[in-house]
């Protein structure tokens, strides 16, 4: 009921910084609480930040916090990630993910996934 289409991927270098985007269609964004996930070379995809239905309620995972900010603008069904500090430890895919009912920061709950956008972060 929800297409999601990420974008604001790209190279940087170490201590730069990126805002990604997830552009929302079929549905209000409004209707889901939404999330961020990654997956780095050879690793499994983990969990990076969530965000309540009104942008109340945030969540990061450890490695993230205090560097990355997640935030909503219902009005133009869009979802962002901003980074900074980046390490190279952050390059990965980036995922935009959406989920009914409550927040929560296991990438099982989430419903629809979008394709991702690629972040790398140089020496």
């Known amino acids: 009921q929800v297409q999601l289409v990420e974008s604001g991927g790209g190279l940087v270098q170490v201590g730069g910084s990126l805002r990604l985007s997830c552009a929302a269609s079929?549905?209000?964004?409004?209707?889901?609480?939404m999330a961020w996930f990654r997956q780095a070379p050879g690793k499994e995809r983990e969990f990076v930040a969530a965000?309540?239905?009104?942008?109340?309620?945030?969540n990061y995972a450890d490695s993230v916090k205090g560097r990355y900010t997640i935030s909503r603008d219902n009005a133009k069904n869009t979802l962002y990630l901003q980074m900074n500090s980046l390490k190279p430890e952050d390059t990965a895919v980036y995922y935009c993910?959406?989920?009914?009912?409550?927040?929560?920061?296991?990438?099982?709950?989430?419903?629809?996934w979008g394709q991702g956008t690629q972040v790398t972060v140089s020496s």
């Open positions: 079929g549905r209000t964004l409004g209707s889901y609480v």
């Open positions: 993910a959406a989920r009914t009912l409550v927040l929560t920061t296991s990438q099982r709950d989430y419903n629809y």
């Open positions: 965000i309540s239905r009104s942008g109340g309620s945030t």
